[in-house]
């Protein structure tokens, strides 16, 4: 019988401690974010109800429901295109401060380092694979009209860096040999493959991806679970990802939200999710107890 | 053609010849129609089937440095000795032309790169040459002087345009340009004390020339050369824009408004600079017009001015500087050059129209994005354009 990590002889319990000491450090460090009792009512119907999360440096965490649940709402809500009812949406930029960041438009969220992708792929269809790329290098660069008539060495220096970085990022998805073809000319797991690029040269330290695997075939999927560990591993990012493929979604996450009509219905590693009855009774209905 | 009513005598007079013309004409002209379309659906499918880029005559003009060197050598000759042999009206025509250059590359801005539908565009090239002719009325101040205030006043307005219409979009935003063009000619066509009403304004003064009285044709052809050094400041300065950092912010709110925002581009600001700089090139082009033809009345500045602008735009191809400075010389030389044929000039300009949307609705020349070359697969990208 042992009690914190002391067995009553006296001796410490190796595992244990290692354990606590791993739990201070986690205590330690903030999520980077957080939300509190996030509420969104669209007029009579709430599609967010108190909903709370939480994400620590270099997880990846996926949100999962069924259609409707309200997934997408979320993200919206804490990427600043809608504006939440109530609740609280809090950030900690690895070595920054907390802050709050309801109400803030779109591109002010992404400045302070959180990027997307969308459901429905929005890429700009006419503009190069690596222009696309470029526009997410916006927000980190300076250069204005005045910047752009005069093209100084201020300027050129710039440029030169968005391409670089930008064409790094191409290269970091397996797309170098698609960098000056229209973006609407790509076949479509090359798209979303596009779309995680730009989302990554914003130079984000959280990226949502929303449902990255839709209409992609197995082994595109495959590649993507690839892309997406091999991104969390080097760059060192943190992702939230709202996805329907479960094998995917088990595979690849560390924890797991589940929603169901806009609230939290459970929470815990793929494990504890595959066998919540709560989980189960959402996606299947009642009858698995009958 | 086949009916005639005479109101005079209460007669009507079928011709019935006629008839049968016009049916067979129409006949035979669909048979054409359907023709040419067959013909450019085969053509697109070739495009898709094979994998190559096929890259069009125009972008090989632009590309291949053999090709294009000799071009722009045998234009600069062309346009250098154009005023020495031609006549005072071939170059006031030119000169026109080369103000629609500018506009039409103002407006490119707003409607080809942000993708904002802008009807009233003719409103900033009001405010450009009322700037010059009211500036000089009051204060007697000269064209130089007035030049940067008008392209400032163009600016000014351009954002004042731009506050009210930020969340509007397509069908509401040309709405709203519209009306803002015709607000502006009615307060010039009623607001007497201040404009001087339809009557206009007289006498307003050309551009000096380091204080020398030039003779009507000098003068002419100093205002040629002095659109051209700024046709191609205005080349120069939109092409920059176009490949620079605010030029992508801008394809991007085009292409898509809501990613735009998502990928961290301000959309407000993005939208205000774009109504700014185009109307800036208005505002200085509205005071070259004012000097160049000596008197201004709010009847040059109608809703059909921004519509023509706006089709020098459309025609050109929208985003594409050759496109849009093609388009221009094509809308406003070629009315000039068949005035036999002057009764019909509104219905083949509205043929034209409707023939471009349907087999090239790019436009002329198709905006041709940069491309940027990088040495093998190494990280090292070394941008050529």
Not at chain 1, 134 to 162: D, W
Not at chain 2, 13 to 37: A, E, K, P
Request: proline residues 4%.
């Amino acid at each position: 019988m042992s009690v914190g990590g002391i067995n009553l002889k006296g001796h410490l319990n190796p595992e244990m401690l290692s354990r606590r000491q791993e739990l201070t450090i986690i205590d330690d460090m903030k999520p980077i974010l957080e939300v509190k009792k996030l509420t969104m009512d669209f007029g009579g119907l709430r599609a967010l109800d108190h909903l709370d999360l939480d994400i620590n440096k270099g997880e990846i965490i996926a949100l999962i429901g069924p259609n409707g649940a309200g997934k997408t709402t979320f993200f919206n809500c804490i990427t600043g295109m809608y504006i939440p009812t109530r609740g609280d949406i809090l950030i900690s930029p690895p070595g920054k401060q907390t802050q709050r960041i309801n109400g803030l438009k779109p591109n002010k969220i992404t400045e302070k380092g959180m990027a997307r992708t969308f459901q429905n792929i929005r890429l700009f269809p006419t503009m190069t694979v690596l222009e696309n790329v470029m526009v997410g290098r916006h927000c980190r660069a300076r250069a204005g009209i005045i910047g752009a008539i005069f093209k100084g060495p201020s300027t050129r220096l710039e440029e030169q860096n968005i391409v670089d970085i930008s064409y790094h990022m191409i290269e970091r998805v397996g797309l170098s040999s698609f960098v000056n073809e229209q973006a609407k000319n790509l076949p479509y797991g090359a798209q979303r493959r596009l779309e995680i690029a730009r989302a990554m040269a914003t130079d984000p330290f959280l990226i949502l991806l929303d449902e990255p695997a839709a209409g992609m075939n197995p082994l595109e999927t495959r590649e993507l679970v690839e892309l997406i560990t091999s991104i969390r591993e080097t760059e060192g990012f943190t992702i939230l990802l709202i996805e329907h493929d479960m094998k995917l979604v088990m595979s690849l996450s560390d924890r797991i939200f589940v929603m169901d009509y806009g609230r939290k219905i459970a929470q815990g590693t793929p494990e504890e999710i595959r066998n919540n009855p709560q989980v189960i009774k959402a996606y299947l209905g009642d009858e698995i107890y009958a | 053609m086949v009916i005639r009513v005479n109101p005079i005598e209460k007669i009507i007079q079928w011709r019935w010849d006629n008839l049968i013309m016009v049916g067979v004409g129409s006949f035979i002209l669909s048979f054409v129609w359907r023709y040419l379309l067959e013909r450019k659906e085969l053509g697109t499918n070739k495009d898709t089937d094979s994998s190559e880029i096929s890259v069009s005559w125009s972008q090989k003009l632009f590309e291949d440095r053999r090709l294009y060197i000799p071009t722009l050598a045998g234009l600069a000759v062309f346009v250098v000795l154009f005023p020495f042999v031609f006549s005072v009206y071939q170059i006031s025509i030119m000169t026109t032309a080369l103000i629609y250059v500018v506009l039409g590359l103002g407006l490119n801005i707003v409607v080809g790169l942000a993708g904002l539908l802008d009807l009233g565009y003719v409103a900033f090239y009001a405010v450009g040459a009322y700037a010059y002719a009211l500036l000089n009325y009051h204060f007697g101040l000269g064209f130089w002087a007035v030049l940067p205030v008008g392209a400032a006043l163009g600016a000014l307005f351009g954002i004042l345009l731009g506050f009210p219409v930020l969340r509007l979009r397509g069908d509401y935003l040309a709405i709203v340009t519209l009306g803002f063009g015709e607000i502006i000619r009615l307060i010039l066509e009623n607001w007497n004390e201040f404009s001087f009403g339809p009557s206009g304004i007289a006498n307003i003064p050309r551009p000096g020339f380091f204080g020398l009285e030039l003779s009507l044709e000098t003068a002419n052809i100093y205002m040629y050369f002095l659109m051209i050094a700024l046709a191609l400041f205005t080349i120069a300065v939109v092409n920059r824009l176009q490949n620079s950092r605010i030029g992508r912010a801008w394809i991007a709110l085009r292409e898509d408004e809501i990613a735009c925002q998502a990928m961290g581009i301000d959309k407000t600001r993005t939208k205000l600079t774009a109504f700014a700089l185009g109307a800036t090139w208005a505002g200085m082009m509205g005071v070259i017009f004012a000097a160049k033809t000596t008197f201004i009345n709010p009847a040059s500045f109608t809703f059909l001015e921004s519509a023509m602008i706006l089709s020098i735009v459309v025609l050109g191809g929208m985003g594409s500087i050759t496109g849009v400075i093609l388009g221009a010389l094509l809308l406003i030389l070629l009315p000039e050059y068949l005035r036999a044929f002057s009764d019909y000039r509104m219905i083949l300009f509205g043929a034209a129209m409707v023939v471009m949307m349907v087999f090239r609705p790019q436009g002329i020349i198709s905006n041709v994005r940069r491309r940027y070359q990088f040495k093998g697969s190494s990280q090292s990208g070394d941008a050529q354009p």
